[in-house]
């Protein structure tokens, strides 16, 4: 099993195979099985720890010690946002429709066999897949990776909460430190405000922020996942992240793109 965790989250797979197959999308926008989040006047307070690499972003010392903090209000619109992580099945559903293949599919849904997940799996949160794998799922269902604006309101709510639950920390509402993912809602006691599941621990969630530096692309991963990392400072800790910490990866190669603890879910905005 690989236990994907490095800082550096690889990208060779082509926006190509993303924009070409989905554009006979089946499944229109349907927001069933998504949670409805009123828009606001958030308070986006964000800080990442400073050996997750160069950032864009200020570089200040702050309560978790030395860090790259955002601070700011933005004016969030109305959206819906899916209650739990993408699973199995409704991946499944989406490379069946659509005929979906990356242009490079190295550890492309390493996990399943013979074109299917394994048995009893259909409500696991999919993994081993990538940002361009995520976003053409997203692009096929009518929706979209959250921002992480829009990712951190739907974990912590008007709250501002330190978890999804609560300022405390409390192992027995999220999956943390065990050898797996669980299935999607395992932990109704770690729901959000917003009734959101598993938005923190289980896998680590993808988000739209997609940057370019001018020496890498990087995106950012939120919530954390199962698998807690104690090596090299340079790999990402992972484990259980605070709703207001993220995580910083490179995109390299497929085979660094796609991890088992790495899973995403989608929104879609109300126009």
């Given at each position: 099993?690989?236990?994907?965790?490095?800082?550096?989250?690889?990208?060779?797979?082509?926006?190509?195979?993303?924009?070409?197959?989905?554009?006979?999308?089946?499944?229109?926008?349907?927001?069933?099985?998504?949670?409805?989040?009123?828009?606001?006047?958030?308070?986006?307070?964000?800080?990442?720890?400073?050996?997750?690499?160069?950032?864009?972003?200020?570089?200040?010392?702050?309560?978790?010690?030395?860090?790259?903090?955002?601070?700011?209000?933005?004016?969030?619109?109305?959206?819906?946002?899916?209650?739990?992580?993408?699973?199995?099945?409704?991946?499944?559903?989406?490379?069946?429709?659509?005929?979906?293949?990356?242009?490079?599919?190295?550890?492309?849904?390493?996990?399943?066999?013979?074109?299917?997940?394994?048995?009893?799996?259909?409500?696991?949160?999919?993994?081993?897949?990538?940002?361009?794998?995520?976003?053409?799922?997203?692009?096929?269902?009518?929706?979209?990776?959250?921002?992480?604006?829009?990712?951190?309101?739907?974990?912590?709510?008007?709250?501002?909460?330190?978890?999804?639950?609560?300022?405390?920390?409390?192992?027995?509402?999220?999956?943390?430190?065990?050898?797996?993912?669980?299935?999607?809602?395992?932990?109704?006691?770690?729901?959000?405000?917003?009734?959101?599941?598993?938005?923190?621990?289980?896998?680590?969630?993808?988000?739209?922020s997609f940057h370019d530096d001018g020496m890498h692309w990087f995106s950012y991963l939120r919530g954390g996942s199962w698998f807690?990392?104690?090596?090299?400072?340079?790999?990402?800790?992972?484990?259980?992240?605070?709703?207001?910490?993220?995580?910083?990866?490179?995109?390299?190669?497929?085979?660094?793109?796609?991890?088992?603890?790495?899973?995403?879910?989608?929104?879609?905005?109300?126009?």
């Amino acid at each position: 099993m690989i236990k994907v965790q490095l800082l550096f989250f690889g990208v060779i797979s082509c926006f190509t195979s993303f924009m070409g197959i989905v554009s006979n999308a089946t499944a229109q926008g349907s927001n069933a099985g998504m949670v409805f989040i009123k828009g606001s006047n958030f308070h986006y307070l964000q800080q990442n720890r400073w050996r997750e690499g160069l950032e864009l972003n200020q570089y200040v010392e702050g309560p978790l010690g030395d860090a790259y903090v955002e601070d700011y209000y933005i004016e969030l619109k109305d959206f819906y946002i899916d209650k739990t992580e993408v699973t199995n099945k409704q991946f499944k559903q989406f490379v069946d429709a659509s005929g979906y293949k990356p242009t490079d599919s190295q550890n492309f849904l390493r996990h399943w066999k013979n074109g299917t997940y394994p048995k009893g799996q259909e409500n696991y949160p999919v993994v081993f897949v990538d940002y361009w794998d995520a976003m053409a799922y997203a692009k096929w269902a009518g929706k979209d990776l959250p921002t992480e604006q829009e990712w951190q309101y739907a974990a912590q709510g008007k709250e501002g909460w330190l978890f999804p639950w609560g300022d405390t920390y409390d192992s027995t509402k999220a999956n943390i430190g065990t050898n797996q993912a669980k299935p999607v809602g395992s932990f109704l006691a770690g729901a959000s405000p917003f009734g959101l599941l598993d938005m923190a621990g289980n896998v680590a969630e993808m988000t739209a922020s997609f940057h370019d530096d001018g020496m890498h692309w990087f995106s950012y991963l939120r919530g954390g996942s199962w698998f807690q990392s104690y090596y090299s400072l340079w790999y990402a800790e992972n484990g259980l992240l605070t709703n207001n910490q993220r995580l910083k990866f490179w995109w390299l190669n497929p085979g660094f793109n796609r991890s088992e603890t790495i899973g995403f879910r989608c929104v879609q905005r109300i126009l």
